[in-house]
């Protein structure tokens, strides 16, 4: 092993000895030379990790573009199905509206009481009626500022029968 020379000493030696400079010139490449294959070594892992990571996350692109593929088929599918059920609840409302009797809170207009609950219906008979508070009135003509009530007739022994009610 050689002594340890400090550069002040190594730059002022005697050029004469040439053997010396050049040992220590030979020491010092050998030293350059470890440093650069452990440089080296140390590159060749750092890339062989970049190759294992870069596949690592060929990986993860490939899983993430599935998922987005999944994704957008069920939002899609997620979509018809939402279009699909508010059509078939707006038809079965509008079914339900038609075949249902409208019940309407007025104010008085003169033929019919105010706050009364008035729709157009049906009497007892089948007739058309329109409907205050469950009793059968006749629709109204154009010049009518009252509701008509529908009697019925008489029993055969005289007895006086309500007025026809309405149908729900």
């Known amino acids: 092993m050689l002594e340890p020379v400090d550069l002040k000493t190594l730059l002022n030696s005697d ?18 030379n470890e440093a650069m294959n452990g440089l080296s070594n140390r590159l060749d892992q ?18 993430m573009i ?4 999944v994704l ?11 279009v699909y059920a508010t059509r078939e609840t707006i038809q079965a409302q509008q079914a339900s509206a038609g075949s249902q009797s409208r019940i309407e809170y007025i104010r008085s207009s ?18 058309p009626a329109v409907c205050v508070n469950g009793t059968a009135y006749d629709v109204p003509a154009l010049g009518d500022v009252r509701l008509k ?16 009610r309405c149908k729900d």
């Not at 004469?16 to 020491?27: F, M, N, V, W």
């Not at 750092?46 to 993860?60: D, F, L, P, S, T």
């Not at 957008?72 to 018809?80: F, L």
């Not at 029993?155 to 006086?160: E, Q, S, T």
């Open 110 to 127: 003169g033929a019919v009481p105010e706050s009364a609950a008035v729709h157009m219906g049906v009497d007892e008979k089948g007739v």
């Open 149 to 164: 009530e529908r009697p019925q007739p008489t029993r055969p022994d005289g007895a006086m029968m309500p007025v026809l």
């Open 66 to 69: 599935a998922l987005t593929a």
């Open 15 to 32: 050029a004469s000895a040439p053997g010396i400079i050049a040992l220590y010139q030979r020491a010092m490449q050998h030293r350059t």
């Open 46 to 63: 750092i890339i062989v990790q970049a190759e294992k990571n870069g596949r690592a996350q060929g990986r993860q692109q490939a899983a």
């Open 72 to 82: 957008a088929v069920a939002t899609i599918v997620y979509t018809v199905t939402t």
